[in-house]
């Protein structure tokens, strides 16, 4: 049996463009992307912390070291610059790599600076 599990997270991120007229995708800064371990051109999910929209679309690369999280195309209409998002990407693995799989979770600040990483999310408490 195979399972999707959670590969990379680059959490509360926080949008410097929303380019309408832009081709659709999620540019993101290559040192995020690097961080994080997501592709150019890997499908990913955005949920919007601000406004509580879910959507999902392609990374591309921004430049290195631009802290650019640019929402771009028809996604546009559901982010604005300031908004605080998390951007996930997923993989499939079977029951026994599923065993051993730690994602890369990559914390931010508003400015997108990278404040810490971690490969596991806090047990939440009662």
């Known amino acids: 049996m195979n399972v999707t599990l959670l590969k990379a997270k680059l959490h509360r991120a926080c949008v410097t463009h929303a380019e309408l007229d832009y081709e ?20 990913i999910q955005i949920y919007n912390v601000t406004n509580g929209e879910r959507f ?18 028809a996604a546009a209409h559901r982010a604005s610059p300031g908004d605080r998002v998390i951007i996930a990407a997923y993989c499939g693995m079977d029951e026994a790599q599923a065993s051993n799989h730690k994602p890369k979770l990559v914390y931010c600040d508003e400015h997108n600076n990278i404040t810490h990483t971690r490969n596991t999310i806090p047990v939440q408490a009662a």
């Open 24 to 43: 659709g995708s999620c540019a993101i800064d290559d040192d995020l992307l690097r961080a994080s371990g997501i592709h150019e051109y890997e499908q």
């Open 56 to 73: 999902e679309t392609y990374a591309i690369r921004a430049e290195a070291g631009s802290k650019i999280i640019s929402v771009n195309g």
